[in-house]
């Protein structure tokens, strides 16, 4: 029996076809988008979900800046670890976590201007939702919890994220860092007089001295001790390590010559302002002096300068207790007044003029700033507690702050392409308290809806925000009852 097979399709003709419903099925695709393109409010659908996409990558950016910059300072881990190296868990279980309060303590010191135990009870009991009496977070504040927070407050110095300097600080990369030392008297309690007596104490009975040292570029803190107010800022610059290459600028409460000697042994710059009473001996006239070669070997006070230049240079020695410090003065005269600005500096008349001395020297008062967001808006000035160890939770606790709103500088700057000297530190610092909670929630990492945040609203009036002496209230307007 003969079986016949139909013939089959030749794989050209089937490619054929293939290739021409795929060409239809794009073809479909397209008009089927251009009739979706051309109905109404396409084009209004279209640019928002690119305005949503776009807004999902900055808001991601925005954490990531966030995550590496700041929350980078500090983690639970190591917060924990820390604590128990430190002391301040006296017995377990804790009910206060070391994180929960070493972030309550450092914020406290921005949300509130009245420094003491309750700012912190009252964001435990808020955002980090620990309802505990207010005694119980008193007991916390002791020689545990002073150690833990200059332990993290040292720690994120050391971890504050690096900017770029600004242009115009080129001549300045050479140096290894451009830093700044300075003092700032604190007020505190009568209770401490003995500890820390002050130097008026016909004024004030207690007083301490927090030394600081700034990097004036990347104006931040570098490093921070605390004495009583008696211990002098020269004393204790000159107990801390020199690094060379590095360029340091004092006022006149650091000038000592035999300090500026070790300086230079120490292959450092420096750039101070000159005393009124410094009289050194001219070596060498680059400009500004008459008869330069004649005046060679006058004093300072015997020259005479040119009034044909607004500025004078030249090299002179000085006394010191290891023999002769040759150093390089220059003067800018000031019309107003009538009298030269007068510098001493290590740094050679071919790498800064004069004029760009004195605009350098005014770059010192980055540590003028630093000092000023803390005492002002980290409320370092506002120490009412005769506890000593208290104390000292308080003040670090204000360093702390003051590091977490540098690296918020950094970080907002990274995130949104600015470059972060174009932000003002004081400004950062009187936004701090809007910025308290949301920082405290994101720390925490507790996402929040709308009801939880009603409900940490109403705990913090209920909790937090009670009258103090319900009895006297009671007593003075009972009898209208």
Sequence with gaps: MHVTTPPSRSPSIRSRRGAGGGDSRRKAQRASRRRRQSEPGALRRRLRRAAEKKAKVRVRRAYTHLEENVLSLMSRSEVERLARECG?????PQQIRAFEFAICCALGAVAEGNRGFASVWR?????AGIEVARSAVTQRFGPGSAKLLETLARQAIERLPMASPPEYLDKLRQFVAVLGQDGSVLKLSPLLAKLFPATRTNVVKAGGRLHATADLVQRRIVEVEITG??????????????TPNVLYMFDLGYASYDYFRELRDGNAELLSRLKDN?????????????SPKASVGKKLNDLLYTKSH???DLMADFPTSKGLLRLRVVGIYNPETEKYHCYVTSLPPDLLTVEEIADLYALRWVIELLFKLLKSFCHLDHLDTGNPDALRTHI???ILAASILTA??????????????SMSALVIGAAAPLLAIPMLLIWLGRGTTADELAAMLMRTLAIGCRDQNPARTRRKWGRLG
């Design 88 to 92: 301040f868990y006296r017995r377990t």
């Design 123 to 127: 964001l435990l009991t808020a955002a």
């Design 229 to 242: 107010e008696r211990v002098s800022e020269l004393a204790v610059a000159r107990n801390r390590a020199i």
């Design 278 to 290: 410094a009289n050194p001996v001219l070596v060498e006239a680059f400009h500004g002096v008459l």
């Design 310 to 312: 607004k500025t004078f």
């Design 396 to 398: 670090y606790a204000s």
């Design 408 to 421: 918020l500088n950094v970080a907002a700057a990274k995130s949104t392409g600015l470059p972060p000297a």
